[in-house]
Every structure is written in C-alpha cells, then in structure tokens.
C-alpha cells in the first residue's frame, strides 16, 4: 500500500459519510506529508461545513493554516475552496489570501480559488461589522454609537448597556469559577486546576525556572491571551490542553494560531502526554534553552 494511503482513504471516508463527529481527525490530516492526503482531507472538511455550520468556524483557523504553508497547486486549490466556507477570517488573513491570489507564479485555477475565497471572507466581515455597528451581540436590540464602542473597547463586540452590564458580571462569576476549581497546588504552592498543570508547575519549580500561571498578557497589537502558563526569562509559553470537547478543540485552534501570528516561542503538551509529561516537557523545553 502507499505511504499515506490509509490516511487518504479515512478522509474520503469521514468526508463521504458525514461524520462531522471526527472533525479533528481530518484537523490533523490537513498537516500531513502526503500531497494525496491534504487534498483529500480538505475535500472531506468542505463536505462536513456543508452539514454542520458549526464546523465552519472550527476548519477555518487549520485550512488557513494549511493553504498558506502549501506547496503543492492542486491541493492549494481544494484548501482554498474549503476555506471558502469557513467563517471567521481576519483582515490580516483575507490580505495573506490575497497575496496568493496576485502571485502570478501560481495556476490560475489557484488564484481563481484564492480570490473566491478572499471575496466571500470579505463579504462575512463586512455583514459582521455592518451587525457591530447597529445591534447587540447578544440581545440583537439597536444600539447607540456609545454603547456600541463601550461593548467594543471592553470585549470586540457591540453590547447594549443592560447586556454589557450582564456580561461583565457574567466575568466576574466566571473568575470566581476558575479561582475555585485551582484545588490543587505545586511544590512552590501555586493553586492549580489540574493534575497535568500541577506537574509541570512541579517540575518547572525542580528546575529552578520562573513561570507565572493563568495570568493575561498582550502578545501583539491589542491581541491578548491567557495562558497556562508564562516564562518571562525567555519569553515563552506553555499550554497544557486537557481536553476534548469541541468547543474546547475549536479554542486550542485559534489560541495556537494567535501564538503563531504573534511569532511567539510555543510548547504544547496534552493529555496523552500526562503518563511522562516532565520528560516530555525537559525534551521540548530544551529545544529553546539550556537546561
């Protein structure tokens, strides 16, 4: 059988059958070596989005991902034509869409591909922000031009007074949550939510390397994140991603991203790593510094 062959033929099978249940999988295929594979797990993620429009935020981060480091036409084009669907884009990456479109070392069915896309994302931003000006994310009553920058300034969408109001107490509740599920505390008695975080501070405290957990920090422009946690000597970040759900599958996707649009120095570790996350951890933690 052909290297990858498996691979190909479970895309076209989760693609084929609607299986929108394993998504990630055809997540993961789309970053793997095989030209054969790619193409057929964006086909299979452009027949999914067309089931549940719930996918269609979840694929858009990895198909962009996907079709900007592509090197092979035909695959680029079948990525294109499944980012298409996708909603969620940014300026920054509508523009990287564009630059495809205007490199005239492409095929022209790829760049045909690549500004199709580019103008149905452009279409979504503009009705996004056309609905930003005028109503409530939440309650879709009209909003003033105040309340609207006020609901901007503070979350990047539009709130009437009574909703922002309720989302900032909605805040302050989800802030109690998170400070009570830390029950569990590191060697250096750091409070923790979880059994794989509590290693890592562990370990990170054996070694002697400063770390601050769960706090915010800007990593570019007004792009802010919160990670697990922070190593301010060498500017990096560790994520421990302890979950499966989809909605938490879909936050990973676009965390991940806003860290490699930020350029910044990334270690992910998961639940299968739980069983040897410290070596784990030393073996990717030494590709950054001396340990």
């Given at each position: 059988?052909?290297?990858?062959?498996?691979?190909?033929?479970?895309?076209?099978?989760?693609?084929?059958?609607?299986?929108?249940?394993?998504?990630?999988?055809?997540?993961?295929?789309?970053?793997?070596?095989?030209?054969?594979?790619?193409?057929?797990?964006?086909?299979?993620?452009?027949?999914?989005?067309?089931?549940?429009?719930?996918?269609?935020?979840?694929?858009?981060?990895?198909?962009?991902?996907?079709?900007?480091?592509?090197?092979?036409?035909?695959?680029?084009?079948?990525?294109?034509?499944?980012?298409?669907?996708?909603?969620?884009?940014?300026?920054?990456?509508?523009?990287?869409?564009?630059?495809?479109?205007?490199?005239?070392?492409?095929?022209?069915?790829?760049?045909?591909?690549?500004?199709?896309?580019?103008?149905?994302?452009?279409?979504?931003?503009?009705?996004?922000?056309?609905?930003?000006?005028?109503?409530?994310?939440?309650?879709?009553?009209?909003?003033?031009?105040?309340?609207?920058?006020?609901?901007?300034?503070?979350?990047?969408?539009?709130?009437?007074?009574?909703?922002?109001?309720?989302?900032?107490?909605?805040?302050?509740?989800?802030?109690?949550?998170?400070?009570?599920a830390k029950r569990l505390r590191t060697a250096d008695?750091?409070?923790?939510?979880?059994?794989?975080?509590?290693?890592?501070?562990?370990?990170?405290?054996?070694?002697?390397?400063?770390?601050?957990?769960?706090?915010?920090?800007?990593?570019?422009?007004?792009?802010?994140?919160?990670?697990?946690?922070?190593?301010?000597?060498?500017?990096?970040?560790?994520?421990?991603?302890g979950m499966q759900e989809q909605d938490y599958l879909?936050?990973k996707s676009e965390k991940k991203f806003l860290y490699?649009?930020?350029?910044?120095?990334?270690?992910?570790?998961?639940?299968?790593?739980?069983?040897?996350?410290?070596?784990?951890?030393?073996?990717?933690?030494?590709?950054?510094?001396?340990?």
């Open positions: 059988m052909a290297v990858g062959e498996a691979e190909r033929k479970r895309a076209v099978e989760i693609g084929s059958e609607g299986r929108t249940s394993a998504w990630t999988e055809i997540v993961s295929l789309l970053s793997n070596p095989s030209p054969a594979v790619r193409r057929a797990a964006a086909s299979a993620a452009r027949k999914l989005m067309s089931i549940s429009g719930d996918l269609r935020k979840a694929f858009c981060i990895p198909l962009y991902m996907a079709a900007t480091r592509e090197t092979r036409e035909q695959v680029l084009q079948y990525e294109l034509r499944a980012l298409e669907m996708c909603v969620g884009m940014t300026d920054q990456m509508v523009a990287d869409i564009k630059d495809i479109a205007r490199n005239a070392t492409h095929a022209d069915y790829v760049r045909a591909a690549a500004n199709d896309c580019a103008a149905a994302a452009e279409m979504v931003i503009r009705e996004a922000e056309s609905r930003r000006k005028h109503w409530c994310a939440r309650c879709r009553r009209p909003v003033t031009k105040e309340e609207s920058a006020a609901g901007i300034e503070r979350y990047g969408k539009p709130y009437c007074r009574h909703c922002l109001d309720e989302r900032i107490l909605e805040e302050r509740n989800f802030e109690a949550d998170v400070a009570s008695d750091v409070a923790v939510q979880s059994r794989g975080e509590k290693r890592i501070g562990d370990w990170l405290s054996r070694k002697r390397i400063e770390y601050v957990y769960d706090e915010r920090y800007r990593i570019a422009g007004d792009v802010s994140i919160r990670p697990d946690f922070y190593l301010p000597e060498f500017d990096l970040y560790i994520e421990y991603w879909a936050r490699q649009r930020a350029g910044k120095k990334l270690i992910s570790l998961d639940w299968r790593d739980l069983e040897n996350i410290e070596s784990v951890l030393e073996e990717k933690l030494s590709r950054y510094i001396r340990l």
